[in-house]
């Protein structure tokens, strides 16, 4: 079994699963529940069959692994249920039992290595990935592939290919180690934490959240220690590889004097918001790590906390704001986009139905469970197309590939931005 240095065992805790009274209010909350009809493929479902590996009444099987591998993590269930399930983290303790249990295939192993335990954590080979990525997209090559109508030939690749995020240069990670001091008054010193692929394939949202947080009186240090927050580690259950990442953003950041660390993306800020949840029986970062877990906010949350800066100029668009699934289910946050845009003179917002229900991204789930994750898109679209809106707001790096994505297939064309960068722009008109 693999273990990290200190002892732990990672697995669903009994004291956890029978939290669950199997009621079903969760089933259609479930994305994979509501697309199949299948039990199994339920909160409820996999709940049970959890609690039958952690009893010794069935092993680790073929089918197990496949149920839990279809589940998103979209956390959807913990809103719904009345008893406080803490779903995430049972399928996230679960998934990290089966890296410990089984044996992956040769290229499975491979992949994850290059993958997760080196190109992530890489400035270096992101970068690299980053010039690759934009002569591909700059040269033309892009276009051509996709006008030839070659990537039809590759079936399931051929629409991976749609998903492949833009590579934006120069990377944000020539702004590492700078501060940027606030405009006006300081107010707040905060960290920014850039992540990884959003340093290459986000680099202006990243711009755009400084000035976002300039404007509003914070000095904005982006600190050259970070490194990749170890979410998509942690949703494959490769939770040592997640705690060595969490160990340099902790010894790098949690004393760093700051008033809050700020991330703006979800999926990132609902990991490193549970950072405790991988230290627990570490008595060396057991501490630390709750004392970073409380610093972190998203920015929503953070901007919405404070007296925000209202010389914006107008933005005479319709927007929906779609909610990520780790902003709303696993960080309970919901209201604070909405203030924030219609905080926004001339905008007019749409509420989107469904707008808690999963986009289908989930991390890399669009890419290893394409199939599933197309379903769900396009409902999301469906809903998306009837509120009329020239423009999609979400909050998350993940679901804005997803839903341009989306926008592509089953929509209008309509562009997709984060709400830090339609702040940023209110504010660009205002000057």
Request: proline letters at 4%; aromatic letters at 6%.
């Amino acid at each position: 079994m693999a273990v990290s240095d200190f002892v732990v065992l990672d697995k669903p805790q009994q004291r956890d699963l029978d939290r669950c009274v199997h009621c079903g209010l969760c089933l259609n909350a479930c994305p994979t529940y509501r697309e199949l009809g299948v039990e199994m493929d339920s909160p409820r479902g996999r709940v049970y069959q959890m609690n039958q590996v952690a009893n010794g009444l069935a092993q680790i099987s073929e089918s197990y692994i496949q149920h839990l591998e279809l589940c998103l993590a979209c956390r959807a269930c913990e809103s719904a249920c009345p008893s406080g399930v803490q779903y995430g983290r049972l399928i996230e303790a679960a998934r990290a039992e089966i890296e410990t249990k089984i044996e992956r295939p040769a290229t499975t192993k491979f992949v994850r290595w290059l993958v997760f335990r080196n190109l992530l954590p890489s400035r270096t080979l992101l970068r690299i990935v980053a010039v690759f990525l934009w002569m591909y997209q700059s040269l033309g090559v892009k276009k051509l592939v996709r006008a030839s109508g070659i990537l039809k030939l590759f079936g399931k690749l051929g629409r991976l290919e749609k998903l492949s995020p833009e590579a934006q240069l120069p990377t944000f990670f020539s702004q590492y180690g700078k501060v940027f001091p606030a405009e006006g008054q300081r107010r707040y010193r905060v960290a920014l934490l850039g992540g990884c692929i959003a340093n290459i394939s986000f680099a202006r949202l990243n711009e755009a959240t400084v000035r976002v947080l300039q404007k509003n009186g914070c000095e904005v240090v982006v600190p050259d220690e970070q490194t990749c927050c170890g979410a998509l580690h942690v949703h494959q259950g490769l939770r040592d590889d997640a705690r060595r990442l969490a160990r340099r953003n902790i010894d790098a950041l949690v004393n760093g004097g700051f008033d809050a660390i700020i991330t703006n993306a979800a999926g990132c800020g609902s990991t490193l918001k549970e950072y405790h949840d991988l230290f627990e029986s570490d008595p060396r970062y057991e501490v630390a790590s709750k004392e970073f877990s409380h610093l972190v906010k998203d920015v929503n949350e953070f901007l919405a906390s404070i007296e925000l800066n209202p010389r914006m100029g107008s933005m005479p668009i319709t927007v929906t704001y779609q909610d990520s699934c780790h902003l709303a289910h696993g960080q309970k946050i919901r209201a604070q986009p909405r203030k924030l845009l219609r905080s926004v003179p001339g905008l007019t917002f749409k509420e989107l139905p469904g707008s808690d229900l999963c986009c289908g991204s989930a991390g890399i789930y669009n890419v290893v469970q394409n199939d599933m994750a197309m379903a769900v898109l396009e409902k999301k679209m469906e809903n998306v197309n009837r509120t009329g809106a020239d423009v999609i707001v979400t909050a998350n790096p993940g679901c804005m590939i997803q839903l341009q994505a989306g926008t592509c297939m089953h929509g209008k064309g309509q562009p997709v931005k984060h709400v830090v960068e339609i702040l940023d722009e209110a504010y660009g008109k205002a000057n």
